[in-house]
Protein backbone atom coordinates (compact mmCIF):
# COMPACT_ATOMS: atom_id res chain seq x y z
CA UNK A 1 0.00 0.00 0.00
CA UNK A 2 1.31 3.43 -0.79
CA UNK A 3 1.90 6.31 1.53
CA UNK A 4 -0.81 8.13 0.42
CA UNK A 5 -2.89 5.40 0.73
CA UNK A 6 -1.82 4.09 4.34
CA UNK A 7 -3.37 7.23 5.38
CA UNK A 8 -7.13 6.66 4.19
CA UNK A 9 -9.58 5.56 6.12
CA UNK A 10 -9.60 1.70 5.57
CA UNK A 11 -13.57 1.39 6.61
CA UNK A 12 -14.59 3.91 4.38
CA UNK A 13 -12.14 3.00 1.36
CA UNK A 14 -13.92 -0.58 1.89
CA UNK A 15 -17.26 0.86 1.38
CA UNK A 16 -16.33 2.75 -0.94
CA UNK A 17 -14.75 0.58 -3.21
CA UNK A 18 -17.59 -1.92 -2.71
CA UNK A 19 -19.89 0.60 -4.02
CA UNK A 20 -17.67 0.96 -7.36
CA UNK A 21 -17.44 -3.08 -7.45
CA UNK A 22 -21.48 -3.80 -6.80
CA UNK A 23 -22.55 -1.03 -9.26
CA UNK A 24 -20.23 -3.51 -11.97
CA UNK A 25 -21.28 -6.77 -10.79
CA UNK A 26 -24.63 -6.65 -10.15
CA UNK A 27 -24.86 -4.78 -13.93
CA UNK A 28 -22.59 -7.32 -15.52
CA UNK A 29 -25.42 -10.26 -13.73
CA UNK A 30 -27.97 -8.22 -15.34
CA UNK A 31 -26.73 -7.78 -18.76
CA UNK A 32 -25.94 -11.28 -18.75
CA UNK A 33 -29.20 -12.53 -18.62
CA UNK A 34 -29.10 -11.74 -22.40
CA UNK A 35 -27.32 -14.16 -23.55
CA UNK A 36 -29.28 -16.70 -25.49
CA UNK A 37 -31.79 -13.83 -26.01
CA UNK A 38 -31.03 -10.74 -27.50
CA UNK A 39 -32.67 -9.84 -30.90
CA UNK A 40 -29.25 -10.92 -32.85
CA UNK A 41 -26.41 -13.14 -32.65
CA UNK A 42 -24.46 -9.97 -32.94
CA UNK A 43 -26.30 -8.64 -30.10
CA UNK A 44 -25.95 -11.67 -27.84
CA UNK A 45 -22.26 -11.10 -27.97
CA UNK A 46 -22.09 -7.39 -27.60
CA UNK A 47 -23.91 -7.64 -24.51
CA UNK A 48 -21.95 -10.73 -23.19
CA UNK A 49 -18.72 -8.75 -23.86
CA UNK A 50 -19.88 -5.71 -22.17
CA UNK A 51 -20.77 -7.87 -18.88
CA UNK A 52 -17.73 -9.82 -19.05
CA UNK A 53 -15.98 -6.46 -18.71
CA UNK A 54 -17.87 -5.84 -16.20
CA UNK A 55 -17.77 -8.85 -13.98
CA UNK A 56 -13.72 -8.20 -14.30
CA UNK A 57 -13.83 -4.72 -12.72
CA UNK A 58 -15.69 -6.62 -10.18
CA UNK A 59 -13.34 -8.69 -9.41
CA UNK A 60 -10.35 -5.97 -9.37
CA UNK A 61 -12.59 -3.96 -6.98
CA UNK A 62 -13.86 -6.55 -4.63
CA UNK A 63 -10.76 -8.32 -4.32
CA UNK A 64 -9.16 -5.12 -3.59
CA UNK A 65 -11.91 -4.27 -1.21
CA UNK A 66 -11.20 -7.89 0.96
CA UNK A 67 -7.38 -7.12 0.90
CA UNK A 68 -8.83 -3.13 2.43
CA UNK A 69 -11.22 -4.64 4.91
CA UNK A 70 -8.13 -7.29 6.21
CA UNK A 71 -10.00 -10.09 7.17
CA UNK A 72 -9.22 -12.44 4.36
CA UNK A 73 -12.22 -12.42 2.59
CA UNK A 74 -11.54 -12.99 -1.16
CA UNK A 75 -13.22 -11.76 -4.01
CA UNK A 76 -15.91 -15.03 -4.46
CA UNK A 77 -16.67 -14.53 -0.44
CA UNK A 78 -17.80 -11.16 -1.18
CA UNK A 79 -19.27 -11.26 -4.14
CA UNK A 80 -21.52 -14.17 -3.58
CA UNK A 81 -21.85 -14.50 0.39
CA UNK A 82 -23.38 -11.40 1.29
CA UNK A 83 -26.60 -10.22 2.47
CA UNK A 84 -29.00 -7.94 0.16
CA UNK A 85 -28.46 -5.13 2.64
CA UNK A 86 -24.77 -5.65 1.96
CA UNK A 87 -24.51 -4.65 -1.28
CA UNK A 88 -23.82 -1.32 -2.23
CA UNK A 89 -24.98 -0.49 -5.70
CA UNK A 90 -26.72 2.05 -6.74
CA UNK A 91 -30.30 0.87 -7.75
CA UNK A 92 -30.47 1.79 -10.99
CA UNK A 93 -28.53 -1.29 -12.10
CA UNK A 94 -30.82 -3.45 -10.71
CA UNK A 95 -33.78 -2.52 -12.74
CA UNK A 96 -35.00 -5.45 -15.00
CA UNK A 97 -33.73 -5.51 -17.95
CA UNK A 98 -36.82 -4.37 -20.01
CA UNK A 99 -37.01 -4.64 -23.76
CA UNK A 100 -33.93 -4.05 -25.48
CA UNK A 101 -34.76 -0.50 -25.71
CA UNK A 102 -34.92 0.00 -21.42
CA UNK A 103 -31.31 -2.25 -21.19
CA UNK A 104 -29.43 0.35 -24.02
CA UNK A 105 -30.96 3.14 -22.03
CA UNK A 106 -30.03 2.06 -18.67
CA UNK A 107 -26.82 0.91 -20.34
CA UNK A 108 -25.50 4.32 -21.52
CA UNK A 109 -26.67 6.10 -18.38
CA UNK A 110 -24.59 3.91 -16.33
CA UNK A 111 -21.45 3.97 -18.77
CA UNK A 112 -21.74 7.50 -19.31
CA UNK A 113 -21.27 7.81 -15.27
CA UNK A 114 -18.31 5.00 -15.30
CA UNK A 115 -16.82 7.40 -17.69
CA UNK A 116 -16.82 10.41 -15.99
CA UNK A 117 -15.85 8.75 -12.96
CA UNK A 118 -12.80 6.66 -13.39
CA UNK A 119 -11.78 9.42 -15.99
CA UNK A 120 -11.35 11.62 -12.76
CA UNK A 121 -10.06 8.36 -10.51
CA UNK A 122 -7.10 7.91 -12.55
CA UNK A 123 -5.67 10.75 -10.74
CA UNK A 124 -6.40 9.14 -7.40
CA UNK A 125 -4.68 9.23 -4.61
CA UNK A 126 -5.18 5.60 -3.86
CA UNK A 127 -2.70 3.70 -6.28
CA UNK A 128 -4.36 0.52 -7.05
CA UNK A 129 -7.77 2.33 -7.37
CA UNK A 130 -5.83 4.82 -9.96
CA UNK A 131 -4.91 1.50 -12.20
CA UNK A 132 -8.03 0.10 -11.83
CA UNK A 133 -9.69 2.87 -13.04
CA UNK A 134 -7.15 3.35 -15.67
CA UNK A 135 -7.85 0.11 -17.07
CA UNK A 136 -11.48 -0.32 -16.64
CA UNK A 137 -11.64 3.48 -19.01
CA UNK A 138 -10.73 1.74 -21.92
CA UNK A 139 -13.49 -0.88 -21.53
CA UNK A 140 -15.86 1.78 -20.76
CA UNK A 141 -15.53 4.27 -23.57
CA UNK A 142 -16.21 1.34 -25.83
CA UNK A 143 -19.24 0.59 -23.95
CA UNK A 144 -20.78 3.88 -24.57
CA UNK A 145 -20.23 3.79 -28.41
CA UNK A 146 -22.11 0.64 -28.59
CA UNK A 147 -24.41 1.70 -25.86
CA UNK A 148 -24.79 5.36 -27.22
CA UNK A 149 -24.71 4.32 -30.73
CA UNK A 150 -27.60 2.38 -29.94
CA UNK A 151 -29.84 4.69 -28.57
CA UNK A 152 -29.25 7.10 -31.54
CA UNK A 153 -30.45 4.15 -33.94
CA UNK A 154 -33.29 3.76 -31.45
CA UNK A 155 -34.36 7.07 -30.59
CA UNK A 156 -33.81 8.66 -34.21
CA UNK A 157 -35.46 4.86 -35.64
CA UNK A 158 -39.15 4.30 -36.04
CA UNK A 159 -41.91 6.01 -33.66
CA UNK A 160 -42.18 2.78 -32.21
CA UNK A 161 -38.36 2.56 -31.46
CA UNK A 162 -38.48 6.35 -30.40
CA UNK A 163 -41.47 5.76 -28.07
CA UNK A 164 -39.99 2.73 -26.44
CA UNK A 165 -36.55 4.42 -25.50
CA UNK A 166 -38.40 7.88 -24.20
CA UNK A 167 -40.30 5.99 -22.20
CA UNK A 168 -37.61 3.90 -20.86
CA UNK A 169 -35.38 6.98 -19.88
CA UNK A 170 -38.73 8.41 -18.03
CA UNK A 171 -38.73 5.31 -15.98
CA UNK A 172 -35.21 4.87 -15.21
CA UNK A 173 -34.59 8.41 -15.13
CA UNK A 174 -35.23 8.74 -10.85
CA UNK A 175 -32.90 6.22 -10.31
CA UNK A 176 -30.36 8.34 -11.76
CA UNK A 177 -30.30 10.86 -9.03
CA UNK A 178 -28.89 8.59 -6.54
CA UNK A 179 -25.17 8.53 -8.63
CA UNK A 180 -24.68 12.17 -7.99
CA UNK A 181 -25.85 12.57 -4.50
CA UNK A 182 -23.12 12.95 -2.26
CA UNK A 183 -23.06 11.51 1.52
CA UNK A 184 -20.97 11.69 4.15
CA UNK A 185 -18.98 8.79 2.22
CA UNK A 186 -18.63 10.78 -0.99
CA UNK A 187 -17.67 13.49 0.49
CA UNK A 188 -15.05 11.68 2.40
CA UNK A 189 -13.25 9.98 -0.14
CA UNK A 190 -13.31 13.15 -1.77
CA UNK A 191 -11.43 15.25 0.70
CA UNK A 192 -9.27 12.61 0.41
CA UNK A 193 -8.75 12.67 -3.04
CA UNK A 194 -9.42 8.84 -3.81
CA UNK A 195 -12.49 10.19 -5.75
CA UNK A 196 -13.69 13.18 -7.62
CA UNK A 197 -16.34 15.36 -6.72
CA UNK A 198 -19.89 14.23 -7.29
CA UNK A 199 -20.81 17.19 -8.55
CA UNK A 200 -18.23 17.65 -11.08
CA UNK A 201 -19.00 14.41 -12.28
CA UNK A 202 -22.54 15.18 -12.50
CA UNK A 203 -21.91 18.09 -14.54
CA UNK A 204 -19.70 16.33 -17.13
CA UNK A 205 -22.19 13.57 -17.17
CA UNK A 206 -25.13 15.76 -17.71
CA UNK A 207 -23.02 18.28 -21.21
CA UNK A 208 -21.92 14.04 -22.20
CA UNK A 209 -26.22 12.72 -22.08
CA UNK A 210 -27.27 16.04 -23.34
CA UNK A 211 -25.00 15.72 -26.68
CA UNK A 212 -26.02 12.12 -26.94
CA UNK A 213 -30.26 12.75 -26.56
CA UNK A 214 -30.11 15.65 -28.91
CA UNK A 215 -28.80 13.24 -31.85
CA UNK A 216 -31.04 10.51 -30.41
CA UNK A 217 -34.30 12.84 -30.53
CA UNK A 218 -34.90 12.01 -27.23
CA UNK A 219 -35.99 14.59 -24.20
CA UNK A 220 -34.22 14.90 -20.51
CA UNK A 221 -36.76 13.96 -18.12
CA UNK A 222 -36.73 16.74 -15.05
CA UNK A 223 -34.75 15.31 -12.02
CA UNK A 224 -37.49 14.29 -9.28
CA UNK A 225 -37.06 13.38 -5.42
CA UNK A 226 -36.60 9.96 -4.66
CA UNK A 227 -36.31 7.40 -2.07
CA UNK A 228 -33.85 5.20 -2.66
CA UNK A 229 -30.34 4.60 -1.00
CA UNK A 230 -29.04 1.50 -2.69
CA UNK A 231 -25.45 3.12 -1.81
CA UNK A 232 -26.27 2.58 1.59
CA UNK A 233 -27.72 -1.22 0.95
CA UNK A 234 -31.09 0.06 0.71
CA UNK A 235 -32.75 -1.75 -2.10
CA UNK A 236 -35.61 -2.12 -4.77
CA UNK A 237 -36.91 -6.01 -4.42
CA UNK A 238 -35.47 -7.10 -8.00
CA UNK A 239 -32.11 -7.47 -5.96
CA UNK A 240 -33.26 -10.08 -4.13
CA UNK A 241 -34.29 -12.37 -7.14
CA UNK A 242 -31.06 -11.47 -8.83
CA UNK A 243 -29.21 -12.58 -6.02
CA UNK A 244 -31.10 -15.49 -5.21
CA UNK A 245 -29.74 -16.63 -8.89
CA UNK A 246 -26.16 -15.26 -8.84
CA UNK A 247 -25.90 -16.69 -5.31
CA UNK A 248 -27.47 -20.15 -5.95
CA UNK A 249 -24.49 -21.88 -6.99
CA UNK A 250 -21.58 -20.81 -4.40
CA UNK A 251 -24.70 -21.56 -1.42
CA UNK A 252 -25.32 -25.01 -2.72
CA UNK A 253 -21.51 -25.80 -3.76
CA UNK A 254 -19.38 -23.79 -0.95
CA UNK A 255 -16.30 -23.02 -2.29
CA UNK A 256 -16.83 -24.86 -5.59
CA UNK A 257 -14.10 -23.94 -8.50
CA UNK A 258 -14.38 -25.17 -12.20
CA UNK B 1 -33.87 -13.42 -34.65
CA UNK B 2 -36.70 -12.04 -36.99
CA UNK B 3 -35.25 -8.43 -37.77
CA UNK B 4 -31.84 -10.16 -38.36
CA UNK B 5 -33.03 -11.35 -42.04
CA UNK B 6 -33.31 -7.12 -43.34
CA UNK B 7 -29.50 -6.62 -41.77
CA UNK B 8 -27.38 -6.83 -44.59
CA UNK B 9 -24.16 -9.35 -44.59
CA UNK B 10 -20.63 -7.77 -44.07
CA UNK B 11 -17.53 -9.79 -44.82
CA UNK B 12 -14.76 -9.60 -41.68
CA UNK B 13 -11.37 -9.05 -42.60
CA UNK B 14 -8.85 -8.69 -39.48
CA UNK B 15 -5.29 -7.98 -39.68
CA UNK B 16 -3.20 -9.67 -36.78
CA UNK B 17 -0.50 -7.53 -36.76
CA UNK B 18 1.30 -4.77 -38.46
CA UNK B 19 3.06 -5.69 -41.57
CA UNK B 20 0.88 -8.23 -42.01
CA UNK B 21 -2.39 -8.46 -44.16
CA UNK B 22 -6.24 -8.04 -43.73
CA UNK B 23 -7.51 -11.57 -43.52
CA UNK B 24 -10.77 -13.10 -44.32
CA UNK B 25 -12.19 -14.29 -40.53
CA UNK B 26 -15.60 -14.88 -41.69
CA UNK B 27 -18.82 -12.68 -41.90
CA UNK B 28 -21.88 -10.95 -40.02
CA UNK B 29 -25.18 -9.40 -39.89
CA UNK B 30 -25.12 -5.35 -39.48
CA UNK B 31 -27.65 -2.53 -39.62
CA UNK B 32 -24.99 -0.58 -41.44
CA UNK B 33 -20.45 -0.24 -41.73
CA UNK B 34 -20.54 1.46 -38.11
CA UNK B 35 -22.57 -1.38 -36.48
CA UNK B 36 -20.56 -3.86 -38.56
CA UNK B 37 -17.23 -2.81 -37.25
CA UNK B 38 -18.53 -2.88 -34.03
CA UNK B 39 -20.00 -6.37 -34.24
CA UNK B 40 -16.37 -7.74 -35.61
CA UNK B 41 -14.98 -6.48 -32.87
CA UNK B 42 -16.75 -7.97 -30.62
CA UNK B 43 -17.39 -11.52 -32.35
CA UNK B 44 -13.70 -11.64 -34.06
CA UNK B 45 -11.61 -10.06 -31.96
CA UNK B 46 -12.38 -11.24 -28.78
CA UNK B 47 -8.81 -13.59 -27.98
CA UNK B 48 -6.66 -10.38 -29.53
CA UNK B 49 -6.89 -11.45 -32.84
CA UNK B 50 -6.40 -8.21 -34.57
CA UNK B 51 -5.01 -4.66 -34.49
CA UNK B 52 -6.90 -3.43 -37.52
CA UNK B 53 -10.99 -4.12 -38.83
CA UNK B 54 -11.76 -3.89 -42.52
CA UNK B 55 -15.89 -4.91 -43.07
CA UNK B 56 -16.70 -4.86 -46.87
CA UNK B 57 -20.72 -5.36 -47.91
CA UNK B 58 -20.90 -8.75 -49.22
CA UNK B 59 -23.18 -8.24 -52.32
CA UNK B 60 -19.98 -5.82 -53.53
CA UNK B 61 -18.18 -9.10 -53.18
CA UNK B 62 -17.57 -10.44 -57.25
CA UNK B 63 -17.10 -14.08 -56.81
CA UNK B 64 -15.60 -16.64 -59.58
CA UNK B 65 -18.03 -18.84 -61.02
CA UNK B 66 -17.47 -22.37 -58.93
CA UNK B 67 -18.92 -24.09 -62.78
CA UNK B 68 -16.20 -22.32 -63.92
CA UNK B 69 -13.51 -23.70 -62.05
CA UNK B 70 -11.60 -26.21 -64.97
CA UNK B 71 -11.34 -23.63 -67.37
CA UNK B 72 -9.99 -21.30 -64.74
CA UNK B 73 -7.60 -22.83 -63.03
CA UNK B 74 -6.69 -26.18 -64.34
CA UNK B 75 -4.24 -24.97 -67.09
CA UNK B 76 -2.20 -23.77 -64.82
CA UNK B 77 -1.92 -27.29 -63.05
CA UNK B 78 0.83 -28.57 -65.95
CA UNK B 79 2.54 -25.59 -66.09
CA UNK B 80 5.24 -26.61 -63.50
CA UNK B 81 7.96 -24.48 -64.69
CA UNK B 82 6.39 -20.94 -63.46
CA UNK B 83 7.30 -22.25 -60.26
CA UNK B 84 10.87 -21.11 -59.29
CA UNK B 85 12.04 -24.59 -58.13
CA UNK B 86 14.87 -24.97 -60.60
CA UNK B 87 17.06 -22.77 -59.18
CA UNK B 88 20.42 -23.68 -57.34
CA UNK B 89 20.23 -21.83 -53.93
CA UNK B 90 24.00 -20.82 -52.74
CA UNK B 91 24.28 -22.54 -49.29
CA UNK B 92 25.19 -18.97 -48.00
CA UNK B 93 21.65 -17.91 -48.71
CA UNK B 94 19.26 -18.46 -45.24
CA UNK B 95 16.10 -17.46 -46.31
CA UNK B 96 14.61 -17.47 -49.33
Given at each position: MSAAAAKIDAPDLFGYVLRLGDLSLVLGQRLGEWVGHSPALEEDLGLANIALDMIGQARLLLSYAGEVEGRGRGEDEIAFL?????YLNAILVEQPNGDFGQTIVRQVLIDAFQLELYERM????DERLAAIAAKSVKEIRYHLRYSSGWLVRLGDGTTESHARVQAALESLWPYTVELFEEDDLDRAMADQGVAPRLSEVQAAWTRRLDEILAVATLQRPRDRPHAWHGKRGQHSEHLGYLLAEMQHLQRTYPGARW | MEHNRQWPLYEVFIRARGGLDHKHVGSLHAADARMAIEHARDLYTRRQEGISIWVVPSKDITASDPAETDSLFEPARDKIYRHPTFYEIPDEVKTL
Open positions: REHGETRSA | -
